[in-house]
């Protein structure tokens, strides 16, 4: 497991967690990891305090020899009333109402596209990844004092897309700087837009520029996007059925 997220040949009982790259993510992809190969829960804080793989065997020997058994797990929450903000979350949108016009927490990607491309179909991949995620249908209002998360319906209205031809490298540059620092609206939305620019009028070659709020997406959300637009688009092109499973919680 470690050398699977660490992207390491060989791992050694003594060696570090940490030390080898991990970070708060992937201690958090190992502690599902962990969860599912053995069955067993080992808390986020445990992997901090005992990074050393030799100390994690042990723990996860001893709680496997304990009283823990699986619960029901993780269950859908009401929707027919306003949805708390997690602790992560509540912070950001304190900062957001602070500094409305910091880019401190915008997060940008750029992807290169070669060969012919459908525009329609990449556009609907992405509203498809938008339909299927409600986080990045999601908007930050008040409720009774508090803020609170509102689930839209709408895929449409909750991505921003444009669409950029031609571009040179330059106008792709400041195209990316203006990407990155536009603002977003926590209460309004959308939180996630994506400029498609083709580089050459020539050339098959696109750029595609993704921006989203932290609040709604993070670093593993890249990865998870990326494929997802990818199957996506390929169905749409095929005709085929998305080879995509069903997600029983958001």
Do not use: N
Not at 119 to 146: N, Q, S, W
């Amino acid at each position: 497991v470690w050398a699977t997220l660490l992207r390491v040949e060989q791992v050694g009982r003594d060696d570090d967690f940490f030390a080898l790259g991990g970070h708060s993510l992937l201690a958090t992809r190992l502690s599902m990891a962990l969860w599912e190969r053995f069955g067993v829960r080992l808390p986020l804080r445990a992997l901090f305090e005992h990074p050393t793989l030799r100390v994690q065997a042990l723990l996860l020997e001893k709680l496997g020899q304990g009283t823990q058994t699986q619960g029901a797990g993780i269950v859908p929450t009401d929707r027919s009333r306003p949805l708390p903000l997690s602790s992560a979350q509540e912070g950001l949108w304190f900062l957001s109402r602070l500094a409305p016009d910091s880019t401190a927490y915008h997060m940008s990607s750029t992807m290169r596209l070669r060969g012919v491309l459908d525009r329609d179909a990449l556009r609907h991949a992405f509203l498809g990844v938008v339909a299927r995620h409600e986080i990045l249908r999601t908007r930050f209002g008040m409720h009774d004092g508090m803020p609170v998360q509102i689930v839209v319906d709408s895929a449409e209205t909750s991505l921003q897309w444009e669409e950029v031809d031609p571009v040179d490298p330059a106008q792709l540059a400041e195209l990316q700087d203006r990407h990155v620092r536009a603002p977003f609206d926590l209460e309004r939305g959308p939180l996630l837009r994506v400029c498609l620019a083709r580089e050459s009028a020539s050339v098959d070659a696109h750029a595609v520029l993704v921006g989203a709020h932290h609040i709604v997406f993070d670093g593993w959300s890249m990865a998870i996007l990326v494929k997802e637009v990818a199957e996506l688009y390929r169905a749409f092109i095929a005709r085929d059925t998305p080879g995509l499973p069903s997600l029983p919680v958001q």
